[in-house]
């Protein structure tokens, strides 16, 4: 099983910043990539952005240029660096992480509990 505990939302002003982090712990082989969804009151949750172990990368087209996400396989903790939020960027955002138990075994998704971004016009 793998725990993942969210950090570092908050309440900013239109423009501003922020940096989720996300920590993983548990029992497991490997985590495989991680990265972070969002989901709006009354919306589907939606890929944000999410990187592999070995650092590739994918981003939803509206994050690029302004969100950039890390990862750091040591710590098994994935950053979420938010630049020139927007209003529309407010949201709940939910970390995950594919993992497997054993090597052989295939991935299964973990999901935080979420941690709320609000983002003030």
Avoid at 13 to 24: D, E, I, K, W
Avoid at 26 to 37: Q, V
Avoid at 51 to 63: E, P
Avoid at 98 to 121: E, F, I
């Amino acid at each position: 099983q793998v725990q993942l505990v969210e950090s570092g939302g908050g309440l900013v002003q239109a423009g501003g910043s922020l940096t989720l982090s996300c920590a993983a712990s548990g029992t497991f082989f490997s985590i495989d990539a991680m990265g972070w969804y969002r989901q709006a009151p009354g919306k589907q949750r939606g890929m944000v952005a999410t990187i592999t172990k070995g650092g590739s990368t994918n981003y939803a087209d509206s994050m690029l240029g302004r969100f950039t996400i890390s990862l750091d396989n040591a710590k098994n903790t994935v950053y979420l660096q938010m630049n020139s939020l927007k209003p529309e960027d407010t949201a709940v955002y939910f970390c995950n992480a594919l993992s497997k138990r054993r090597m052989y075994y295939a991935p299964t998704n973990y999901w935080g509990q979420g941690t709320q971004v609000t983002v003030s016009s």
